[in-house]
Every structure is written in structure tokens, then in C-alpha cells.
């Protein structure tokens, strides 16, 4: 390329340089470009190696003076920042300034850092130990009891809630649920002066469930309950070995034994031909005429007169609990058994259908001086049970008679006797000797629970009838009908486990849980059925957790934090400031509505769901909590753009609700955060303006404010303002400016950009000129707050401002 070649395009460079006004002109002498070629040239053959020879192209090409950055390194020393300072003398004021101002930073960065760290830490506990007792909770619920030693990990079956077809929340109760539901229902509306027994109830209900067992069990829940109330201030525990249990048990043994004489009576009629007397006295000599009718059975029966069996007549009267017909039938037959007929007459008269101490003791020692002689085992059976000996009869023919027996022996029991079989003595041998293994429970639970129940042991009936799913639903009510009598023994904390022994207790006493076995019942629906849950808990309503809190209470939180339809549960505000009912509303007899609600919003709160938080606090009409929160969310999503379901459409939603309620009403409130959400509110309207591109009314708006200065002389009252603005306004700030930069900048394009033939060109320049003041005014205002801005807002603030000059 020869000169002239090279000379016409420097030219051609030149023009186009000149005429373009986005680069400043520079221009350089030929001994400059000399130099300035003879200082790249020595930069890049003064490297040592290929690779910094390509770095510097690299970087230079780029506009980067390398050997310049590597000096400005080698001078950075992190020594000085964080190692002990240098001791000065007294005399130094300049050095002991600088001095104390170092260590005031850097204990200020000591604090922060440990500080941070001790929070990370006990968050990180805290969340731990949450996590603990959940999983506590979970493995408490399985523990059967201390005497089993196992723990049940059986899968319960899951039941379908949502009905894919419509939509909707299914129940998850079934029929039998759903009319003990009911019930319970019922049962919680009326005080309770006015409304019957749970236990009537429940037994009315069972028999519309057409199954014989579920009848039988609540007609011996209706017997054993049948006992004089225990005062609510004293112990279970206390009562448990009264004399009334055994009473009431042998009554529905008896009972129970009637009805199955008279339903063998009733399948043999033609046998028996007992003829138009209803009386017991022939239902029972029918029974024994056709219990006899087997020759083997007449082996060994003494005392016969005719064709009539006085003994066995005598012991079945007994055995059904017709000692009127066994005194009849002694009279008549046997009218020299003297001691008998004085013993049976005594259990008629005495108040409380006990034989006196001599009397028994001399049936005891003719049981003893003839009991080789006796060869009939009805007879035998008489003597030991009116004389209170062991005997263990061969006419038990099924647990029930042996249960009778035993009972008929503690019940005849005096205070002046030294009887050694007592109440707890035999529900020791039934819970603990025998236990589930010799009744096979698993096969047979309805049976076993009978006799744990019959034997007063009602908590270790009721858990081991909940392990059974077709059962569980009848163990649960049976706990609630006889915890309203006061007849459940439940433990002193309601951490324990389903069932527990407390050392304090008369062997072998259980405490069943209550409390968490209606918990695990309401687990399965209450989600799906909250109001029938909720019904549940009001059974808890006199209960405590472990830190004093109402455990009803406790259940109704925990429910809305799970289901989140707190809408249903605590009803709405409306726009007239008044709550709506809900279903709570009809337990506000138990609890404070107001203080259940924010309750459950400090709950939300923890958990993060702070828009949940906000309805809750509405709800319990706690306004400085609801702004609070609404500031803390808005403040992160005000500056985006609206769209549909997003977190700013349903807050905003919400703030205008609670503004035109609050407008109407005098509320309570730090005056700081209602400035803080009017502001807040103002600046909403300015970024939908500003994404709606309507410019000139989003300028109006922000002039509210009083924030962002449009003028130079509003600088520094925009500053003192900003000052006393709360945090969350802080945080939107580079959002304000950079949208209020770009609104300007705009308007200066649009303008600018405009033929300037249609405009009067002074007029134009004025105005470009305002938009210039307005944007020096920003990033001054940007400069002078005090506040750090995020990442790059000043540099582009500053390079907007620039590009308008």
C-alpha cells in the first residue's frame, strides 16, 4: 500500500469521525502517536511469557491497562483490615481518632458476625427440635403400653377426599361416623343441665346399626356407667375399685344369663311344656328340666325330691339373679339347710346385699367338713359362693360363669372378713395372668374387651379395641360417653402415650390418653369434615398442652394452619367491618375468638404465610399486625407489574378492602406504620400508572409523596423525608428512581425526537431543559439519601442523566 493509498483513507476516517456525535474528537500530534506506539511496544515485549503476551491483546483490546492493575494489587493488603491496630501515643490525637474509628467498625462486624451466626444456629434448632417432635408425636401415637412392648406400624387404608368428577371436598365419614357425628353434634349444643346422657345417646344410635355385638358392648358401657357420679374435682383412679363396678357387673351377667334361658326356652317349647306361668321360678325349672333331660347329667345330684332337682334350681335362680326364686325353692324343698336359707335371706334384706361375717363362716366350714360328701355340683357351687371359698367349678362352662362367680365372690365380701380376693386381684389375673394370648383377642376382640370392661378396666378395653379398624370408631365413642361421666382415668400429661402406668397408681390400673386418641381419630377427616372435627376437640376443652394453652384451642390451631379454610372456620370480615359466623362461633362460650385468631396468625407468621397471617389478624381486628404485614409483602412486589393471580393482585385486593374499612371506623394503630402503608398505597397507583405507560398521572402521584424531588429545590426536603419514611418504603426507593429516570427520559426522547419545524424551538428547549433539572434532581436525591443502593442503580441513573445532555 503505497502513501497516497494510505493518506485518503486516514481522511475517509476522519470525516466520519467528524460527523458523528457519539465519540469526542481527539486529536494527536505525530510524535504522540510515536510515543504512544513506542509504550504499546514495549508493554508487549517486556512480558515474560506467550501467555501474557495474550493477555495483554486480550485485555487492550478491550480497553484495560494491565500493568496498571497489577501495581494497584500488589498494594492491597487485607493485614491492615482485620489485625490487631498498631498501639499509638496519648499525644496522637490524629492516629487515636483513626484508631478508635477502625475498632469501632470492626466490633461493629464482630457483633453482626457472631450475632448471625448465634440466629443461624438457634433457627437451626429450632427447626430440629420442631421436626423431633413431630416425629415424638408420630411415635407416641404408635406405643400400645408398657405391658405389650410392641409398637404398631400397621398402614391404615387412606380414604379418597377430593371427588375428581365435581371438584368438591368428599367426606371421609362413613355411615356408622356420621351418626355418632351427629350425636356428638347434638350433644355440644345444649348445656348441661338440659341435655341427656352420651352413653343413652350412643346406645340409641347402636341399634340402628343392626349388629349385635356393637349392642351388646354399648349395653355393658350402659351397666357399668350406671354408678354414682364421681366429683369432677377427684381422681378417677380413686373410685375405680368401688364396689359398685362389681355390682353393676354381675347385674348385666345375670341379666345376659336370663335372656339366654328364656331364648332356649323359646327354641325348645314342646320339651319343656312350661305351661302359661311367665314367672322366673318355672322359666327356671323349664331350664333345668331340659338341661337334665341327658342322663349324664343326673350323675351325682343330691337331695332329689320326685322328679325335681333342688340344687341346680337353686343355682340357676342365683345365677340370673333371682334370689327370691332360690329362697322359694329352698322353702319348699329344702327347708333344713337353715344356714343357706338365713344366708339368701340376708342378701335380700341387707342394704348392701351382703351376708354377715358368721353366717359365712359357718357355710364355709360345712363346705369344708362335707365337700368330699358332696356329690352335686350345684350344691358344691352354692356353698363356695355364699360362703366366699375358691372353688373352681366345673358349671363354668364359659368365661362368663366364672366371671359371674368371681364377681358374686368379691361382691359378698365384708369389711370385718379377711377375704383375699378382691377387684384389682382379679383384674389382675384377667389383664396380666391371662391376658390377650388366652382369650384370643385377635380373633375374639369384642369378647375380650367385654370382660376387661366388666372387670372395670376400661382403659385397657377401649386402646385395644382401637387397634382394630372396625372397632376403633366404637372404642372412641365409648372413652367420650363414660369421659363425661367422669369414669376415664386419663394420664397426668398428654404427651404419654395411649395408654400408660403411672408408678403412683394401685396395680393394675391403666391411663388411657383421651386426648390423643380423639386427635388420631379426627386425623381422618379434618380436613374434609372440619366441623365434625371441630365437634371432637370441644371434649378437650378442659385439657392443657405441655405449655398451658387451651388443648382445644391447640386442635382448632392446628387445624386451620393444616386445612388453611379458616374462611369456614372463623367466618370472613365484611366490608361493614363485621365478622361473619363461622363454625367456631358456637364454642365462644369456651374460647376468645379475638385471641384464637392471632393465635393462629402468630402460627402463620412462623410458618411464613404471611398472607394468611394478614386475613387472620383481620379477623381478630389486631389493625397494626395486618398493616404491619401487608407493608412487609407489598414493599417486595409493588414495583412489578400487575398480573392476574399474582401475589400483588390479591394484596392489593386486600389493602383496598381494609382502606375502605378503615376509612369508616376509628382504628388503633402506631401512627408510623399508617403512614407507612398510605405511602405504600400512593405508590402502588404510581407503578400501575407507570406500567400502564401513563406517564404524566404516575408524575402526579409520586408528587404525593413528597419522596422523590422533580425539582432541584426539593432535594433536600425529599431527603429529610425519606429519612423519616420506615424501612420497607426504603427498599423501594431504587425501584421509584430508576422508574421515575426513565419516565423522564422518555418524555426527553419523545421530544427530542419530534420534528422540531412543528414546535416552537424555544419553547422545545425549555422543556428539554425542565427534564434535564428533573434528572439531575434524581441522582443528586440518589447520592445524597442515606441509604446504600443495590447493585448498579447509581451508575444508571448517572448514564441516563448523560445521555441527556
Not at 395411649?498 to 380423639?518: C, F, G, T, W, Y
Request: proline content about 4%; charged content about 25%; hydrophobic content about 35%.
Amino acid at each position: 500500500m503505497d502513501f497516497t493509498t494510505l493518506m485518503q483513507q486516514a481522511q475517509k476516517l476522519v470525516n466520519e469521525t467528524q460527523n458523528s456525535d457519539d465519540l469526542p474528537r481527539v486529536e494527536r500530534s505525530m510524535p504522540q502517536i510515536l510515543k504512544a506506539t513506542n509504550e504499546l511496544h514495549s508493554r508487549v515485549t517486556s512480558s515474560s511469557s506467550a501467555q501474557d503476551v495474550q493477555a495483554y491483546v486480550l485485555l487492550g483490546s478491550k480497553g484495560i491497562d494491565l500493568p496498571k492493575i497489577s501495581k494497584n494489587l500488589e498494594t492491597l493488603s487485607a493485614r491492615k483490615t482485620f489485625e490487631t491496630l498498631d498501639p499509638v501515643y496519648d499525644t496522637d490525637i490524629h492516629s487515636f481518632l483513626k484508631n478508635e474509628k477502625e475498632n469501632a467498625i470492626l466490633s461493629i462486624i464482630q457483633d453482626v458476625n457472631k450475632s448471625s451466626i448465634e440466629n443461624s444456629q438457634a433457627q437451626k434448632w429450632d427447626h430440629i427440635m420442631n421436626e423431633w417432635n413431630m416425629e415424638k408425636v408420630k411415635l407416641m401415637n404408635a406405643l400400645v403400653g408398657p405391658s405389650q412392648n410392641w409398637i404398631d406400624f400397621r398402614k391404615l387404608p387412606e380414604q379418597t377426599i377430593l371427588n375428581e368428577t365435581s371438584g368438591t371436598v368428599k367426606s371421609s365419614l362413613n355411615s356408622i361416623q356420621m351418626a355418632y357425628a351427629k350425636e356428638v353434634t347434638e350433644y355440644n349444643r345444649f348445656d348441661r343441665a338440659m341435655r341427656s346422657s352420651l352413653v343413652e345417646k350412643f346406645t340409641n344410635v347402636a341399634q340402628s346399626f343392626n349388629d349385635k355385638k356393637t349392642m351388646e358392648m354399648w349395653d355393658i358401657i350402659k351397666f357399668m356407667s350406671n354408678v354414682r357420679p364421681i366429683p369432677k374435682n377427684q381422681d378417677p383412679a380413686k373410685h375405680r375399685f368401688n364396689s359398685e363396678f362389681v355390682d353393676q357387673a354381675k347385674k348385666y351377667l345375670e341379666k345376659h344369663f336370663r335372656i339366654f334361658m328364656q331364648t332356649v326356652i323359646s327354641e325348645h317349647l314342646k320339651e319343656t311344656q312350661r305351661g302359661g306361668d311367665p314367672s322366673n321360678y318355672k322359666l327356671i325349672e323349664a331350664f333345668v328340666n331340659l338341661k337334665l333331660r341327658n342322663p349324664n347329667e343326673l350323675i351325682g345330684l343330691q337331695d332329689r325330691r320326685d322328679n325335681f332337682f333342688p340344687w341346680p334350681n337353686v343355682f340357676y335362680a342365683m345365677r340370673c339373679g333371682d334370689n327370691k326364686s332360690a329362697m322359694k325353692c329352698l322353702e319348699n324343698n329344702l327347708p333344713d339347710q337353715k344356714d343357706i336359707l338365713t344366708a339368701i335371706e340376708e342378701l335380700l334384706k341387707s342394704a348392701d346385699g351382703k351376708i354377715s361375717a358368721k353366717i359365712k363362716s359357718q357355710i364355709k366350714m360345712q363346705y369344708k367338713q362335707h365337700k368330699i360328701r358332696m356329690s352335686d355340683p350345684y350344691k358344691r357351687a352354692v356353698y363356695a359362693i355364699l360362703g366366699s371359698c375358691s372353688e373352681q367349678s366345673e358349671l363354668n362352662s364359659s368365661f362368663e360363669d366364672y366371671l359371674w362367680m368371681q364377681l358374686y365372690l368379691i361382691s359378698n365380701v365384708s369389711t370385718d372378713s379377711n377375704d383375699k380376693l378382691t377387684l384389682p386381684a382379679l383384674q389382675r389375673t384377667i389383664l396380666e395372668q391371662y391376658g390377650e394370648k388366652y382369650f384370643k383377642a385377635d380373633e375374639q376382640p369384642q369378647r375380650y374387651f367385654e370382660v376387661l370392661a366388666l372387670t372395670g378396666q376400661f382403659e385397657a378395653g377401649i386402646e385395644f379395641l382401637s387397634r382394630f379398624e372396625r372397632f376403633r370408631t366404637h372404642a372412641v365413642h365409648f372413652a367420650l360417653a363414660l369421659s363425661e361421666l367422669h369414669l376415664i382415668t386419663a394420664p397426668r400429661n398428654i404427651l404419654e402415650p395411649l395408654i400408660s402406668v403411672d408408678i403412683e397408681d394401685p396395680k393394675p390400673l391403666r391411663r388411657l390418653n383421651i386426648a390423643r386418641l380423639i386427635m388420631l381419630y379426627t386425623e381422618k377427616f379434618e380436613i374434609s369434615d372440619p366441623g365434625e372435627a371441630l365437634q371432637y376437640y370441644y371434649f378437650l376443652r378442659h385439657l392443657t398442652d405441655s405449655n398451658g394453652k387451651n388443648l382445644f384451642l391447640t386442635c382448632v390451631t392446628d387445624l386451620v394452619v393444616e386445612n388453611l379454610n379458616y374462611e369456614l372456620i372463623f367466618g370472613r370480615m365484611q366490608l361493614s367491618g363485621i365478622r361473619s359466623r363461622g363454625l367456631i362461633d358456637q364454642f365462644d362460650n369456651v374460647i376468645n375468638i379475638q385471641s384464637a385468631c392471632n393465635g393462629i396468625a402468630d402460627e402463620f407468621v412462623k410458618k411464613g404465610l404471611f398472607e394468611d397471617a394478614i386475613k387472620m389478624y383481620d379477623l381478630a381486628e389486631n389493625p397494626e399486625q395486618t398493616l404491619r404485614y401487608i407493608i412487609t409483602l407489598l414493599s417486595q412486589v409493588v414495583h412489578q407489574q400487575t398480573k392476574p393471580g399474582s401475589m400483588k393482585e390479591r394484596l392489593q385486593t386486600i389493602s383496598v378492602e381494609i382502606s375502605e374499612r378503615y376509612r369508616s371506623k376509628e382504628i388503633i394503630c402506631d401512627p408510623q406504620i399508617m403512614k407507612t402503608f398510605n405511602t405504600i398505597k400512593i405508590l402502588m397507583q404510581f407503578f400501575q400508572y407507570y406500567h400502564d405507560n401513563k406517564h404524566e398521572e404516575a408524575l402526579e402521584i409520586l408528587a404525593q409523596t413528597k419522596l422523590v424531588p422533580l425539582h432541584m429545590k426539593d432535594v433536600d426536603v425529599c431527603v429529610q423525608n425519606f429519612k423519616k419514611t420506615g424501612g420497607e418504603v426504603c427498599k423501594i426507593l431504587p425501584d421509584i428512581l430508576l422508574s421515575t429516570m426513565e419516565i423522564i427520559y422518555k418524555k426527553y426522547t419523545t421530544i427530542k425526537n419530534k420534528d422540531i419545524s412543528r414546535f416552537n424551538e424555544g419553547n422545545s428547549d425549555d422543556k428539554l431543559r425542565f427534564l434535564r433539572e428533573q434528572a439531575k434532581a434524581i441522582t443528586v436525591m440518589s447520592a445524597s439519601v442515606p441509604y446504600r443502593m443495590p447493585g448498579d442503580t447509581n451508575a444508571r441513573l448517572i448514564q441516563t442523566e448523560i445521555l441527556m445532555h
